[in-house]
T-cell receptor, first 112, second 114 residues
Framework: DQQVKQNSPSLSVQEGRISILNCDYT??????FLWYKKYPAEGPTFLIS?????DKNEDGRFTVFLNKSAKHLSLHIVPSQPGDSAVYFC???????????FGAGTRLTVKP | KAGVTQTPRYLIKTRGQQVTLSCSPI?????VSWYQQTPGQGLQFLFE???????NKGNFPGRFSGRQFSNSRSEMNVSTLELGDSALYLC?????????????FGPGTRLLVL
């Protein structure tokens, strides 16, 4: 069961513009959300996280927004750089069993 | 600190065989989680070990098992391999596996079942 969904398999943006990656979840028990970035032949690397008690968390060029009522989170990258080209996974953790569920990923391509 | 390491990086097996994958967490980390990544399903949680005990388990059949040693190194075993087990298997470690902790992933073991 896909409790975490990333409906856009790919996204292409121009260097310097904003990249917006979206993620939806169905389980209201999730209360901690993370974004990971993955380059080919490497494991995912942690990017940014947000607790459900917040609606926004910012770290440099990366900002994650959480809309609990819509069960939706998004990752904004401003300005986008070619080095940001990777697959981005959103993930949600349940406090009940420490289970982490991932979305299928969105491949971001930033064109110079 | 050295990162999470996984061995082997690549593996080819045939149906019906069994396989054992190894993961060495970051020094000092006691929680190790295993994930399966396939193109169609994305990353799926297999199980988590903490202090040599399986603490959490995802929705995978009993053919998938694991263990953790006293030095926190973990192994994952898949018996009676099926074609659908072909995937990238990732392990991730964290200090205690608490909700707000970041998990650090290894590079993965790519398993191909023929």
């Amino acid at each position: 069961d896909q409790q975490v969904k990333q409906n856009s398999p790919s996204l292409s943006v121009q260097e310097g513009r904003i990249s917006i990656l979206n993620c939806d979840y169905t389980n209201s028990m999730f209360d901690y959300f993370l974004w990971y970035k993955k380059y080919p032949a490497e494991g995912p690397t942690f990017l940014i996280s947000i607790s459900s008690i917040k609606d926004k968390n910012e770290d440099g060029r990366f900002t994650v927004f959480l809309n609990k009522s819509a069960k939706h989170l998004s990752l904004h990258i401003v300005p986008s750089q070619p080095g940001d080209s990777a697959v981005y996974f959103c993930a949600a953790r349940s406090p009940l069993n420490n289970d982490m569920r991932f979305g299928a990923g969105t491949r971001l391509t930033v064109k110079p | 600190k050295a990162g999470v390491t996984q061995t082997p990086r690549y593996l080819i097996k045939t149906r019906g065989q069994q396989v054992t994958l190894s993961c060495s967490p970051i020094s000092g980390h006691r929680s190790v989680s295993w994930y399966q990544q396939t193109p169609g399903q994305g990353l799926q949680f297999l199980f988590e070990y903490f202090s040599e005990t399986q603490r959490n388990k995802g929705n995978f059949p009993g053919r998938f098992s694991g263990r953790q040693f006293s030095n926190s190194r973990s192994e994952m075993n898949v018996s009676t391999l099926e074609l659908g087990d072909s995937a990238l298997y990732l392990c991730a470690s964290s200090s205690a596996g608490a909700l707000q902790e970041t998990q650090y992933f290894g590079p993965g073991t790519r398993l191909l079942v023929l």
